[in-house]
């Protein structure tokens, strides 16, 4: 270890002038940093690029690479620093457990990155290209190729070894060149593993030479499901894609220049459709089967009671793992339904010689069988968490999505666990509640992404130990090209990142916001997409003191601008927005954000206000709904907005997983009432199922209620439609309105999140 510069300058964390720390705007934060104030160091072209210790060419190519691409020059290398105006590279002994650590240090002479290996270098590089000046119009400042860069000082180290994001390739295939575009975005956030989901039901996209239909039969299928599971409506275009085996070795070693592992994801038992497809026999029906056209999860999966299901797979492993060098490989095991295993002859034969109690039991013979084989080859399975049931395979390592339960229980079984639950990691959620293009549902704001700590609440330190990181994923049902999975990612992968790599106590959410406008420059100079969404105009519908109306506040995270809004439809006259608007009657409102120059620079957002008797009135919930799908808490039942738009991450719907949903509202006097009516949500595709019952009762005292009715779905003539769930009434006269409403329950086989509890979607209780 060689110690290059010794800074003697005072270094200080603030200033009134010149750099400060708010000039620095690296994701993800660094562990610790000190900024000499106004102090710069130049790169030009005659700063030379030193390489003082071996193995360090892959992070000295990958800094002139991206010199070049986005500043238009590259830096002479050399092995000796003969130079003063330096990037010296080089190796220093730093305590940190996990690869990683490094130091960077810029002064007057130059900057020296010194990694504790490898990957260190490489990350310290990745910090010193965020330390670069950030212009869309970069040609612009470099015309004489001078890059001025702060003086500063960093240590810096990964918190979790594992910080992965993953991508599924087989609901849209993505080529080779974008795969690597990709894994690019990966190794500037500091993510280690690139998580490829190759197989599923609606395509198979890696190349097996020993079984040529996997491909040939197995990567196409006729037509694609257009708009949102359920719709039922199909294009006509035949959609295929695989990676032949010298793509994936490509991609492999690309990732590996990059200090990124892939793991690759076969699926078993479930999602093996395009399997089946192209060989039947692996089947329990053996088929004729179809690769898939349609989202959601098809009844067939591999037949664990066949032995030749075990060679074909064992088959495929091996040239798998020929082909991935990683310890792990993905073996799936989600959503698999078990209704074939039942009525399959040599299945049921599997269970009684194997003594098994039941399917659960027959899916984990099956994961054992598959990791004592991948095991006897010196590799490890990773599973989604439904590979607890029916008892664990010995090694694995478990992938919690469904919430954070199975790896909270894989974890107290001393298991290796990834975090990568639904409620924060999933970014094929929306980031918007006005988002105007198709997702699958959910709603997963940025501000959600960065909050979420991997470490369960309930593990105490033993247990925390086997938490190895968190993953970000990119199911592609709702993305079928580029732009849109750059829509999805950013800005909630940099916020991943942060989460992943930071230490816990250096993470700030207002600091993030800080940094933000220059990061999303930064995708602007990559010609990379991404999500504005962070800065939309927003909308909340508050109670009054006195019950009477309803208030409309708006705001927008955009430190520029000023809001307006327009009453109505019929004039165009516009009002400077102020305190929040008092709505005492049915009728439209619109808000936008306008520059200085009265220029407008968002969207419109537009509120439509429908009043009854219920609305602005108090009201109470016996249970208050999920944290996630909150929306303004039991208000949001009587704040006068319908929402037109059936999507589960408008604010205007409250969530409740897997519970009833009981209010009382009090109208505030008697009246008459001629109707009452509850708005709910019907989405099997995002696990949110119509209530099993809804009763509506009233009362004048609202201490003894009255039962009016209960209505089930499908049973009775008084349910108004899908949507909309309600009564009629003769001459009733009442104070409170209760009204009951059961949840689903359990949601069956065969269906999205099948075994998992439903949730029930309420918007609005209207009384007439
Ligand atoms: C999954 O999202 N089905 C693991
Ligand atoms: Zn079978």
């Not at 609202?702 to 009715?709: D, I, L, T, V």
């Amino acid at each position: 270890m060689k110690i290059i510069f010794v800074l003697s300058l005072v270094l200080i964390n603030v200033s009134v002038f010149g750099q400060t720390m708010n000039d620095i705007n690296i994701v993800p934060v660094p562990a610790e940093m000190k900024v000499q104030p106004s102090a710069k160091f130049e790169i030009n072209n005659n700063t030379e690029l030193v390489l003082e210790g071996s193995g360090l060419e892959r992070s000295a190519t990958f800094f002139n690479d991206y010199l070049q691409q986005f500043y238009g020059f590259k830096l002479k290398m050399t092995k000796k620093n003969t130079a003063k105006n330096a990037i010296i590279l080089n190796y220093e002994r730093l305590d940190n457990i996990l690869p990683g650590a490094y130091t960077l240090k810029v002064n007057n002479n130059g900057v020296s990155i010194a990694g504790d290996n490898e990957t260190g270098v490489f990350y310290g590089i990745q910090t010193l290209l965020q330390l670069l000046p950030v212009t869309v119009n970069y040609k612009q400042p470099i015309l004489n190729h001078i890059l001025s860069i702060p003086q500063i000082e960093i240590k810096d180290y990964p918190r979790f070894a594992y910080r992965g994001m993953h991508l599924d390739v087989c609901r849209h295939f993505f080529p080779v060149d974008y795969v690597k575009k990709y894994i690019d975005y990966l190794a500037f956030y500091k993510f280690n593993t690139f998580h490829w989901h190759l197989t599923d039901d609606q395509g198979w996209r890696i190349e097996i030479k020993k079984y040529p239909k996997l491909t040939a039969v197995g990567s196409c299928r006729k037509r694609t499901l257009i708009g949102r599971y359920g719709s039922n409506k199909y294009d006509s275009i035949r959609y295929c894609g695989y990676y032949t085996q010298d793509d994936i070795k490509e991609i492999v070693k690309y990732a590996a220049d990059r200090y990124i592992t892939v793991i690759p994801e076969i699926e078993m038992p479930g999602h093996a459709t395009a399997a089946l497809a192209s060989y039947p026999f692996l089947g329990c029906t053996k088929g004729p089967y179809e690769v898939m056209d349609t989202w959601g999860g098809s009844p067939d999966p591999f037949c664990p009671g066949n032995d030749s299901t075990y060679t074909f797979l064992e088959n495929v492993l091996d040239e798998v793992m020929q082909l991935f060098p990683s310890k792990y490989i993905h073996i799936g095991g989600d959503e698999c339904p078990k209704e074939r295993w039942k009525t399959c002859p040599v299945c049921q034969k599997r269970i009684k010689t194997e003594g098994l109690k039941n399917e659960h039991e027959l899916q984990s013979y099956f994961v054992r069988r598959i990791e004592k084989y991948i095991n006897g080859k010196g590799r490890q399975i990773i599973g989604w968490d439904e590979i607890l049931e029916g008892g664990l395979a010995p090694n694995a390592t478990v992938m919690s999505w469904r919430g954070e339960e199975g790896g909270i229980t894989a974890a107290r079984q001393q298991h290796n666990v990834i975090m990568t639950p639904g409620t924060y990691c999933y970014l094929d959620h929306s980031q918007s509640k006005n988002e105007d293009s198709v997702t699958i549902g959910g709603y997963l704001p940025l501000e959600t992404v960065y909050n979420y700590e991997p470490i369960p609440k309930q593990l105490n330190a033993q247990e925390a130990k086997y938490i190895m990181g968190a993953q970000g994923n990119l199911w592609t049902e709702y993305i079928s090209n580029p732009r849109k999975v750059e829509y999805m990612i950013f800005p909630r992968m940099s916020a991943l990142s942060e989460v992943l790599w930071s230490p816990k106590g250096k993470r700030d959410w207002q600091d993030f916001q800080r940094r933000l406008p220059v990061t999303y420059t930064r995708y602007r100079e990559w010609g990379t997409n991404y999500s504005t969404a962070f800065y939309d105009l927003q909308s909340s519908i508050l109670p009054t003191t006195n019950y009477n109306g309803v208030l409309l506040k708006l705001e927008s995270k955009s430190k520029n601008g000023k809001i307006i809004y327009v009453k109505g439809l019929t004039t165009n006259a516009t009002f400077n927005y102020s305190d929040p608007i008092l709505i005492s009657a049915s009728g439209n409102y619109g808000g936008a954000l306008t520059a200085a120059n009265h220029k407008i620079i968002s969207n419109w957002l537009w509120q439509t206000f429908s009043f009854n008797k219920a609305t602005g009135k108090k009201i109470t919930l016996k249970d208050q709904p999920a944290s996630n799908y909150p929306g303004s808490g039991a208000f949001t039942l009587v704040n006068g907005i319908i929402t037109e738009k059936k999507l589960s991450q408008s604010s205007e719907w409250l969530g409740f997983l897997g519970k009833d949903i009981e209010a009382v509202v009090d109208l505030g006097s008697n009246q008459d009432i001629n109707g009452i009516t509850l708005d709910v949500l019907n989405q099997e595709g995002s696990w949110i199922y119509l209530p099993a019952s809804v009763e509506f009762l009233t009362s004048e005292n609202g201490q003894n209620f009255s039962p009016q009715g209960i209505l089930k779905p499908g049973t009775n003539g008084n349910w108004l439609n899908e949507r909309k769930i309600g009564i009629k009434l003769h001459a009733v006269t009442a104070r409170y309105v209760k009204v009951i409403a059961k949840n689903f329950g359990i949601i069956p086989a065969g269906k999205p999140g099948s075994g998992t509890a439903a949730w029930l979607f309420a918007d609005e209780i209207e009384v007439q």
